[in-house]
């Protein structure tokens, strides 16, 4: 059964034909229940791991749950196909239009000697995303996934990482590379890297990217990534502006 995908040109039958298009929620819910916080029909994970939360659907029985696992002042990021409007009592802080992409078979890359990155390395993996903001990096990120990166001394100079888990799916993240060393194709290959693992789980690697970042679409592109559809991120807050 070939279903939906929004006419980019990507078709899936493996999951439901909404689990990409609402990816939190059905990691929450499915391989990630035990890291994610809420019940009902919202969920987030904690604070120190991601921002990210969401709901089953739009409704005031939704965002009730919501507001049980927000506090007033606390901020809250959702990515979907189409992010819950900002309900009374809350304000949105940010917005972004990303592009979804899907890798089904990875295409030739430049093999790096990555270096698996743990607890002991969270100091060089904070700094290396203050520096080049590849998107939220929290403390708490290795409970999601597995990182990988590249080192220069003592310097860490490039990393990847894995994020959100659902049937079928990973999702690679808070991929990065110090700026002096850009252009020479490491962050391509760490994501060929945990793509290639991906794969070989019998899994799909995706991932989100800004719809305007040109340069990092086309290595995607070259990696094998194929447009699935737009998304959008919404980053709310609840309480007033």
């Known amino acids: 059964m070939a279903l939906d995908n929004g ?3 990507v ?3 493996r999951v439901p034909h909404d689990a990409l298009d609402n990816p939190y929620w059905h990691a929450m819910t499915g391989p990630q229940a035990n890291v994610a916080l809420g019940a009902g029909k919202a969920r987030r994970y904690p604070a120190r791991v991601a921002p990210q939360a969401a709901l ?3 409704s005031p029985n939704a965002y009730r749950d919501l507001e049980r696992l927000v506090e007033p002042g606390e901020t809250v990021a959702f990515l979907a196909a189409e992010p819950p409007p900002v309900p009374p ?3 949105q802080v940010f917005g972004l239009e990303l592009e979804q992409r899907v ?3 990875l295409a030739p890359s430049r093999a790096v000697d990555a270096t698996p990155l743990g607890e002991d390395d969270l100091p060089a993996m904070l700094a290396l995303a203050e520096e080049t903001r590849p998107g939220p990096f929290l403390e708490g990120a290795l409970a999601l996934g597995s990182f990988v990166g590249l080192w ?3 310097r860490l100079v490039a990393m990847a990482g894995v994020r959100a888990h ?3 799916y990973r999702e690679i993240t808070a991929v990065c590379t110090v700026p002096d060393r850009r252009g020479r194709g490491l962050a391509s290959a760490l994501v060929s890297r945990l793509s290639n693992d991906i794969l070989t789980s019998g899994e799909t690697p995706f991932l989100h990217v800004r719809a305007d970042n040109d340069p990092a679409i086309r290595a995607y592109e070259r990696l094998g990534f194929e447009r699935r559809r737009s998304m959008r991120v919404r980053v709310v807050r609840r309480g007033a502006a």
Do not use: H, I, K, S
């Open 103 to 105: 890798c089904r078979r």
């Open 166 to 168: 659902l049937d079928g």
């Open 7 to 9: 006419g980019d040109g």
């Open 56 to 58: 089953q659907e739009v």
């Open 152 to 154: 220069e001394g003592a």
């Open 11 to 13: 078709l899936d039958d």
């Open 89 to 91: 009592g809350w304000t």
